[in-house]
């Protein structure tokens, strides 16, 4: 009960202790941190002394271009991690995304084929992107599901969906859009590049400048916390899925593009996307996924793939190594935060 | 504190709520007073808290009102009680561990240029106010997991004072300070009163209350039984009005013959967290342990557990000695455990009573792997009799139950492997006083029956009613074992922090 209990001096040792545990912790986060880095930069370094051709300029504005759409769904998987919090199992994921934008690609290349114009059918495509996000935030917000799980639903909707409307078939796809971004280019710089370059900057700007990304970020790291602040948490838990849906639309575009076709089995993206965006989290000092750090990662992921291809390295082991590195990221980060817990 | 009306900013009154079967308050008021200091006292599960969250509109009330400077507010939000100026620091340490101080200190009032925030300008303003009001000087950019608890505390109350609070409400703010904090703290609430705000302070420490409270309401079964001026009116006074039922009632008497020693403990240890710790408990003996938050009391029970694994030292069981490695080994040895965290540890919601009770003894109703559920209802229900559990059936959902019948479906449990030792911890936390009055016929109905029975509790009266003898840790250390006359919630206090040690041999 509450009958009365004193003070004491546990204080000074306590407090001691505690400075030097949590100094131990920060320099044990620093290692792996450094350690991490260390790794990409030994990677890079073997590529670029054995892989022939690895360091030239076309070569680089090569992985780059590929790595526009991995980029731009891996930012929409981070923001839904930031907002859910990286809880490995209870936190924010978006399973659906690879998916959502095979869908979008498919109502996207279906809707040019039958002659609507790109207008209407970039609207339809971003629509129906957003409605998938719509969808799992009304899954994991409005019924309180699982995002692993309610997000593993909506993957098979939009891969059914997918599936139903082109019959499993590759649906050509050209127009005035599509053209410029295959062929234009900008101070020497291809379109898609670009549009990589311009989606960085705009989610780097809003996520990290942004009273908006902030308070993600409370929401994900403390929803308690977050609450207690007045912010509304299921306001911004659903914001990230329907930006993870929005992201997904404008890759599906991006793809359409690159191969003028919508063509099945975007799902394959899936394990890319994830590893890119749970990797970005190394680069970061407070070990949370950040808009800089996933664009690092996917630059890393595209350039890991294309030294593989260089080296004649078949590209099936690329699969694997990124399912190597999201076991190895989930894995540090689970320690981390076990070690936090034991305070 | 003049006796003139005074001047009040917060004003709830007839405030009611229920959780389901648990009634948290009933007809509550609360006067909370500008340029004062309203202590608010009460047992566990009095409804201190609950009547915060409802004024912090976490929680919504059932009926009544609430005046808030003059006006009357209903449909209360976390956001909205803000902007009334009436900040809460929760006990609950509400901080985002990946945030650095200044968007700790900021959050959702963040500094900037419409939507975009300086994070350089929240640090400065953050580091100006930890600077001006605590003295406190953290590196520039450092991460909330970074800080200690009591920087966290610290922290949080800065929050507060960086929104111009009128109203700040402290929920157990010293629990986890040291003394030289608590002093700090103190000052800085003084000079907040002295600058007209309204604090509320949340305590379980009686002394705290005594030094630094200008008036004190108590809590008891969800309702305010009275307002008091704390320094005039003796801590005793206080406590009884906490408890108001008859000590002698609450804790029924008995006498039983000791017997032998059943559990005993000798030289054990667990680094960092106490050490030469040994005791015995013999048949038909209850037996109280406490200690305050850190003294190691805590751990000393998580060992017999098996939760931890004590560096060194010995525990027999009946002369056998255990190894306690795990909890199923600590099980399996004759260790009958009631976790104070009965809904992560104790009883499985899920489940059914029947389940619950017979999980730990299913072997008992077992022929070769199947379960006889005749033999199994059986006993269940006599075992539902027995301790009067409340329950439609036993097939009823223990997450039905109410905090106290859980409470006994846990003990039932124990009860049907007819274990020899039984270490409680925390028994009758957040259980209601009707409740607590059978657990502890229980623990007595086990104590006759020759059990061995080890209480950890930090409720002293609670100790004092039950226990034959009551030991007390103090650093890791026994610090006493009171029997007789010298048990009592003084002395008791007085060797818990430390101020007196030992009363008739630590090794009984």
Redesign the interface.
């Known amino acids: ?12 040792s ?2 001691k ?3 030097a545990k ?1 100094a131990g ?2 320099f044990g986060a620093l290692v792996v941190r450094l350690g991490a880095i260390a790794a990409f930069a030994a990677i890079m370094a073997y590529f670029v002394v054995f892989a022939p051709g690895f360091t030239s300029t076309f070569n680089l504005i090569n992985v780059v271009e590929q790595s526009a759409i991995l980029g731009v769904l891996a930012y929409g998987m981070t923001s839904v991690i930031i907002g859910g919090g990286s809880d490995v199992t209870e936190g924010g994921i978006d399973l659906s995304i690879a998916a959502n934008m095979g869908l979008c690609a498919a109502v996207y290349a279906t809707l040019l084929s039958m002659g609507y114009g790109d207008f209407l059918s970039v609207v339809a495509a971003i629509g129906v992107g957003m409605a998938v996000g719509a969808l799992n935030a009304l899954a994991v917000v409005g019924l309180g599901i699982l995002p692993l799980l309610a997000t593993l639903a909506v993957l098979n909707v939009a891969a059914g969906m997918e599936l139903t409307l082109t019959q499993n078939t590759v649906v050509g796809a050209s127009s005035p859009l599509l053209g410029v971004l295959v062929s234009g280019s900008f101070l020497g710089i291809s379109a898609l590049a670009w549009a990589l370059i311009v989606f960085s900057a705009i989610m780097i700007v809003v996520v990290h ?7 993600l ?2 929401v994900g ?2 929803p ?8 509304s948490v299921p306001f911004y838990v659903s914001f990230t899925y329907v930006l993870s849906g929005f992201c997904a639309a404008v890759a599906s575009i991006l793809t359409v593009s690159r191969l003028s076709a919508s063509t099945p089995g975007s799902g394959e993206l899936l394990l890319s996307v994830l590893a890119a965006a749970l990797l970005g989290t190394v680069f970061s ?4 996924p950040t808009m800089g750090g996933t664009l690092l990662s996917v630059l890393f992921i595209g350039l890991l793939a294309n030294g593989f291809q260089l080296l004649n390295v078949s590209s099936y082991w690329v699969n694997g190594v990124q399912g190597a590195l999201i076991l190895l990221v989930v894995a540090i980060t689970s320690f981390a935060r076990g070690s ?1 817990g034991s305070r | 504190m003049q006796t003139a009306k005074r001047d009040i900013a917060v004003s709830m009154t007839g405030i009611s709520k229920r959780f389901g079967p648990v009634r948290a308050l009933e007809n509550a008021n609360l006067e909370i007073a500008r340029g004062s200091i309203l202590g608010l ?4 599960g009095a409804g201190k808290s609950t009547i915060i969250k409802v004024l ?1 509109g ?1 929680i919504k009330p059932d009926s009544g009102s609430i005046v808030i400077n003059g006006e009357t507010v209903s449909a209360l ?3 909205s009680v ?1 902007k009334l100026g009436v900040h ?1 620091i ?1 006990q ?1 340490r ?6 650095t101080v200044g ?1 700790a200190v900021f ?2 009032h ?1 500094i ?1 240029l419409g ?3 300086s994070r350089r300008a929240m640090e400065r303003r953050a580091a100006d106010l930890l600077k001006r009001f605590f003295g406190m000087e953290l590196p520039s950019g450092t ?1 909330v ?6 920087q966290q505390k610290v922290v949080q109350i800065t929050r507060a004072l960086a929104q111009k609070a009128s109203v700040l409400v402290l929920d157990e703010p ?1 629990a986890a ?6 002093d700090s703290l103190f000052d800085v609430l003084r000079r907040l009163r002295d600058d007209g705000i309204a604090v509320v302070f949340i305590s ?5 209350i005594e030094k630094l409270c200008d008036r004190v309401t108590v809590m008891r079964n969800g309702t305010d039984v009275g307002t008091v001026d704390p320094r005039q009116t003796p ?1 005793d006074e206080i ?1 009884a009005m ?2 108001a039922r008859d000590v002698g009632e609450m804790f029924p008497k008995r006498s039983v013959e000791l017997g032998a020693p059943v559990l005993e403990v000798s030289n054990l240890r667990l680094g ?1 967290s106490f050490e030469n710790i040994g005791f015995n408990v013999r048949a038909g003996e209850i037996v109280g342990l406490t200690g ?1 938050l ?2 190691g009391a805590k751990e000393i029970v998580q060992c017999l557990f098996g939760l931890k694994t004590a560096d060194g030292g010995q525990v027999k069981v009946e002369g056998r000695e255990l190894s306690l490695s795990t909890p199923v080994r600590a099980v399996r040895d004759g260790i009958a455990m009631l976790p104070e965290d009965r809904r992560a540890h104790g009883v499985a919601l899920g489940l059914s009573v029947r389940e619950n009770i017979s999980l730990a003894s299913l072997r008992r109703y077992s022929r070769s792997g199947m379960v006889s559920r005749g033999a199994e209802n059986q006993a269940v229900d006599g075992l539902i009799k027995e301790l009067s559990i409340k329950t439609p059936h036993r097939d009823a959902l223990v997450r039905e139950l109410s905090g106290g019948n859980q409470q006994k479906v846990a003990i039932a449990k124990w009860l049907s492997c007819q274990s020899r030792v039984y270490v409680l911890d925390e028994p009758t936390v957040a259980v209601d006083v009707g409740a607590k009055v059978e657990i502890y016929n229980l623990l007595n109905r086990l104590a006759g029956e020759g059990a061995a029975i080890l209480l950890l509790s ?5 100790l004092v009613g039950v226990c034959d003898r009551v030991l007390v840790v ?2 890791g250390r026994l610090a006493g074992s009171f029997s007789g006359p010298a048990m009592n ?1 003084d002395e008791l ?1 007085a060797a ?4 007196r040690s030992n009363a008739d041999g630590v090794a009984a």
């Open positions: 009960m509450s009958a009365s209990v004193l003070h004491t001096e546990v204080g000074v306590d407090e202790q505690a400075a949590s912790r920060r400048g942004t009273s908006f990304g902030l308070r970020y409370a790291g403390h308690e916390a977050a609450r207690a602040a007045g912010i000092r407070r070990f949370v936090e | 006292v009460g047992q566990n912090a976490i939000t976390p956001a803000e809460f929760h609950d509400l901080l985002v561990p990946t945030a968007e959050l959702g963040e900037g939507p975009f925030v991460l997991k970074d800080l200690t608890t009591a010293t300070l040291v003394k030289r904090e608590v379980h420490y009686m002394q705290e801590i406590i906490m408890i960092g305050l850190g003294s930090s409720d002293l009266l609670e103090y650093r919630s206090l818990s922090s430390g101020a």
